[in-house]
C-alpha cells in the first residue's frame, strides 16, 4: 500500500503476495556523465508519494493506498563501484522469481541495463517502450561503454528484446542515428511525431516501459541533470502510458535529480507517473 509505515514494514521482505508490484529504489547514480543526484531520487519520489498534500488515488479512481498488492520495498543497498550493476540484476530476478513484478526508481539511466537483464529471463519476448529526451545509445562515452548514455546499445547488442521504440527523443546525432539503424530501433522522434499519429503497428505485451523523465519539457520537470527544451507535457505523457497495450509487466522511472529539482516538482511528477503506471501492471496482471 501507498503510504509510509508499510514503506517501512515492507522493506524488502521476500513475503511478497502473488501477483504484488513491488516498486523497488534503485540508488545507484555512479555512470551519470554530467552530474550525480539520481542515486537520491526514490526516496524524494515517495516522500511526494505519501505527500498529505495529495491523495493515493489514481485518475480513475483507483485508490492504491487501499491496495495490497502494491508493495514498496525501499531502497536496494548497493555496492560501491561497478559490482552495483551485478547486485541490482541479482536482486530484481529475486523479486520476479516470487512471482512479483517490477516497478524501479532510479537511478541513473545505466540501471536499465541489469534489470532489463533480469525482466528478459521472465520475459523473453520483451518488448520495450523507451521515453527519453535521449537515445541513451552511444557505443560508448567518455570511454565508459556503460554510461547513462549507453544502456540500449548494450540491451540491443546481448539480444535482450524483441523490440525496442523510443518516443520522445529530440538529440538524436550522426552517431546514435547509425547506432540505431544498426540494431534496428524504431524511433518516434519529438519533433514529428504525436500520440494521435498512433503508436507503432502491431505493438503489443509483454511490454517493458523505461521512462527517462527528462523526456517530459523542463517547463514540466526540471528536476533533472539534462534537462532538454521541447519535450513532452505531463499530460501528453500521461496519456501515452495509459494507451500503451498490455501487458505492461515492467517499468522504470529513471534520472530525478532532487538538487536539481528546487520545488519538488519533478518529484511529483515521478510519483503521479508511479501510480498510473503501477495501475497499469495491476491491472495487466490478470489479463
Ligand atoms: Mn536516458
Ligand atoms: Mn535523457
Not at 172 to 192: C, K, P, T, Y
Not at 228 to 250: C, F, K, N, Q
Amino acid at each position: 500500500m501507498l503510504d509510509a509505515s508499510s514503506h517501512e514494514q515492507d522493506r524488502f521482505s521476500m513475503d511478497l503476495p502473488a501477483g504484488s508490484i513491488a516498486v523497488v529504489g534503485v540508488p545507484w547514480d555512479e555512470k551519470s556523465s554530467y552530474m550525480r543526484g539520481p542515486a537520491g531520487a526514490p526516496a524524494h519520489i515517495r516522500q511526494a508519494l505519501y505527500s498529505s498534500s495529495t491523495n493515493t488515488s489514481t485518475e480513475c479512481g483507483r485508490d492504491l493506498g487501499e491496495e495490497p498488492r502494491i508493495r514498496m520495498l525501499g531502497d536496494l543497498d548497493l555496492p560501491v563501484g561497478e559490482a552495483a550493476i551485478a547486485t541490482i540484476e541479482r536482486q530484481i530476478e529475486k523479486v520476479l522469481d516470487q512471482g512479483a513484478r517490477v516497478l524501479a526508481l532510479g537511478g541513473d539511466h545505466c540501471v536499465t541495463l541489469p534489470i532489463v537483464r533480469a525482466q528478459s529471463r521472465h520475459f523473453p519476448d520483451l518488448t520495450v517502450v523507451h521515453i527519453d529526451a535521449h537515445p541513451d545509445l552511444y557505443d560508448e562515452l567518455e570511454g565508459d561503454r556503460l554510461s547513462h548514455a549507453c544502456p540500449f546499445s548494450r540491451i540491443m547488442e546481448e539480444g535482450l528484446v524483441s523490440r525496442l521504440v523510443q518516443l520522445g527523443i529530440r538529440t538524436l546525432n550522426a552517431h546514435q542515428r547509425e547506432q540505431a539503424a544498426r540494431f534496428g530501433v524504431e524511433i518516434l522522434e519529438m519533433r514529428s511525431w504525436r500520440l494521435a499519429d498512433g503508436l507503432p503497428k502491431g505493438l503489443g505485451g509483454p511490454l517493458y516501459l523505461s521512462l527517462d523523465l527528462d523526456a517530459l519539457d523542463p517547463a514540466f520537470a526540471p528536476g533533472v541533470s539534462h534537462p532538454e527544451p521541447g519535450g513532452l507535457s505531463t499530460r501528453e505523457l500521461l496519456d501515452i502510458v495509459e494507451a500503451l497495450p498490455s501487458p505492461l509487466v515492467g517499468a522504470d522511472i529513471v534520472e530525478l535529480n532532487p538538487l536539481r529539482d528546487a520545488a519538488g516538482l519533478t518529484a511529483r511528477v515521478a510519483a503521479k507517473l508511479l501510480k498510473e503506471i503501477a495501475a497499469r501492471m495491476l491491472e495487466d496482471f490478470t489479463t
